[in-house]
């Protein structure tokens, strides 16, 4: 079976352009998560959707936004780039959204990300 | 979001046991601990995860102190393909959302 799927593998933009990032979840999983690591540093959340509804969201700027489709895929968009958004984009699909008080076993899967370089 | 604390860096050579610690002092009732682990150059996957009584699977083991304000990830085996930096993460089982917030981890190498 096929894991998750990002696209594009790499992507080099510039300064005040914007981005699309795409992700294609497991088969049957309706959870799509993204998160943000920067060289060195560990994964930072930024959004979860779940049955295209968005969940949750990190301490990012309203530059960064996001959507899921029918299909339960996702794509991330990052308006007006900085430097600072230089970054590896990580999506991460799961079955659902946890039920809240049993800490199911809610693993989540990552995709390889995608490589975004602002110049 | 409740901390860990976790070694920048710990080494270990193949073939033996390694222990992973994790210091979670805050960590409140409701808290789940989770473990994932970072290959080179591709993206986190799971490990483990427990919230007061030890777990075993097929990769690791999870060994959870009595006061839960620790834990330690074991690998009985380690080889080549166990380096990776991992992290040990609190997840609230209260929240819906999945949001999984991560440390530095701790960047584990194998000799072989």
């Known amino acids: 079976d096929a894991g998750v799927t990002q696209s594009p593998t790499h992507l080099i933009k510039t300064r005040g352009q914007h981005v699309t990032l795409r992700c294609s979840p497991i088969?049957?999983?309706?959870?799509v998560s993204w998160y943000q690591q920067v060289l060195g540093q560990g994964p930072q959340f930024i959004f979860q959707?779940?049955?295209?509804?968005?969940?949750g969201r990190g301490n990012f700027p309203d530059r960064f936004s996001a959507r899921q489709f029918p299909n339960y895929s996702s794509e991330l968009n990052v308006n007006a780039l900085l430097l600072g958004d230089s970054a590896l984009y990580l999506c991460?699909?799961?079955?659902?959204?946890?039920?809240?008080?049993?800490?199911?076993?809610?693993?989540?899967?990552f995709g390889p990300g995608t490589r975004l370089t602002v110049l | 979001d409740a901390k860990t604390t976790q070694p920048n860096s710990m080494e270990s050579n193949e073939e033996e046991p390694v222990h992973l610690p994790c210091n979670h002092s805050?960590?409140?009732?409701?808290?789940?601990i989770h473990w994932y682990r970072q290959l080179p150059s591709q993206g986190p996957e799971y490990v483990i995860h427990?919230?007061?009584s030890n777990v075993n699977n097929r990769m690791a083991s999870l060994a959870i102190a009595e006061d839960r304000k620790s834990s330690t990830l074991i690998l009985h085996r380690a080889t080549l393909r166990d380096a990776a930096v991992y992290y040990c993460?609190?997840?609230?089982?209260?929240?819906?959302?999945?949001?999984?917030?991560f440390g530095q981890g701790t960047r584990l190498t194998i000799n072989p």
């Open positions: 991460a699909s799961s079955l659902k959204v946890a039920i809240s008080g049993t800490g199911s076993r809610d693993e989540q899967f």
């Open positions: 088969s049957g999983h309706k959870s």
């Open positions: 959707y779940y049955e295209k509804e968005e969940r």
């Open positions: 805050t960590i409140s009732g409701t808290d789940y």
């Open positions: 427990g919230l007061t």
């Open positions: 993460i609190l997840r609230d089982s209260r929240e819906g959302a999945q949001k999984l917030v």
